[in-house]
């Protein structure tokens, strides 16, 4: 939420929250566009966050006392501990890992960024002259090129045909299509599309190269579309959500009076989803409730912390005797 992560279970299958309990505390954007997203589970055990690109002063609620300085950078909350601890970078909506534990995330701007180094690595030597552990492995800014299907009006007339509202990014994990599996796909709702990348080695980093000529994975024609959010599903299926709104950008980016004679949230009660399959595929057929309780990005099946891989992963940083860890690696 703007000012809080919260923790909301369903214990009866009723798909509501039976219980709800605040996590995380302090936060206080400047505006919508600046606040915590994107939790994702890490091969580390923890939860990453995007931070939102404005400096912040956080804690766990259970503990007030043990306020964070989070300076503009992406963190992790660990649950066995509640420990925060920032960790480099600056995402703002939208951040997924890949099966390596590479970790994704973008701004309005940067399409694909990616966090290179630890940021424990970088504080080791203050000396050394380091002073971020992420880049941009796809061309940022102004640089960037899309190509929806219809003109798309922006707030600002020099960001037509780039990137303005990168947010989402989802890694494909799924079996279903295994030529898209680690490929990156990035929603620009205000192009209404999504632009899919294929990553691979760059020395010590990554680089992130657009997949089509002149074209987009996914875009549409209907300018209340707005693509803002990329997963995998459990069936191994592609699912994007479309807020489906008349207008995407903030209201504060326009002119006062364009704001005073417009419905700047007209569409908040739409929405809806896309699945995307290979043609042919059977239709999806409902599960029994409860069998899936992971976060698809995790890639670790159906249920994440049983799998015996990512246990043994989870003790290593306890083991101190040298033959316990031969067996594992």
């Known amino acids: 939420t703007r000012s809080q ?12 929250a039976d219980e709800i309990k605040p ?9 919508a566009q600046l606040q915590v997203s994107a939790p994702r589970w890490g091969l580390d055990g923890c939860v990453h966050f995007n931070n939102g690109l404005d400096a912040k002063e956080i804690y766990p609620a259970d503990a007030p006392k043990d306020v964070v300085n989070v300076p503009g950078s992406n963190f992790k909350w660990d649950p066995r ?10 995402g703002q909506y939208g951040g997924a890992f890949d099966d390596w534990g590479h970790h994704f995330y973008c701004s309005n701007r940067n ?4 966090t290179v180094m630890p940021y424990e690595a970088m504080l080791r030597n203050p000396h050394a002259g380091i002073t971020q ?8 800014g102004a640089a960037t090129r899309v190509y929806p299907l219809q003109i798309t009006h922006t707030t600002a007339d020099a960001h037509a045909g780039t990137n303005t509202a990168c947010s989402g990014l989802g890694v494909y994990r799924g079996d279903l299509m295994p030529e898209l599996r680690n490929n990156v796909f990035v929603p620009d709702p205000t192009g209404q599309l999504v632009t899919r990348y294929i990553v691979e080695p760059n020395g010590a980093s990554l680089k992130a190269t657009r997949v089509g000529d002149r074209t987009e994975f996914f875009r549409s024609a209907d300018e209340w579309c707005r693509p803002v959010n990329f997963t995998t599903g459990p069936d191994g299926a592609i699912y994007i959500c479309d807020i489906y709104r008349r207008w995407i950008d903030h209201a504060r980016f326009f002119p006062e009076e364009f704001v005073k004679t417009h419905d700047m949230r007209q569409g908040e009660n739409e929405g809806r989803i896309w699945r995307v399959v290979p043609k042919g595929t059977k239709k999806l057929v409902a599960k029994v409730p409860g069998k899936y309780h992971a976060i698809p990005e995790t890639g670790w099946g159906n249920v994440p912390a049983e799998h015996p ?4 992963f989870l003790k290593v940083p306890g083991i101190s005797d040298a033959g316990e860890l031969a067996t594992i690696l």
Do not use: C, Q, S
């Open 133 to 140: 552990v992420h880049e941009d492995i796809a061309t940022p």
């Open 309 to 312: 891989d990512r246990a043994l």
């Open 5 to 16: 992560v919260l923790f909301l279970k369903d214990t009866n299958g009723d798909g509501k």
């Open 23 to 31: 996590l995380i505390k302090g936060f206080n954007p400047r505006h």
């Open 81 to 90: 501990t509640d420990k925060i601890t920032p960790t480099g970078g600056k």
């Open 111 to 114: 399409p694909l960024m990616f």
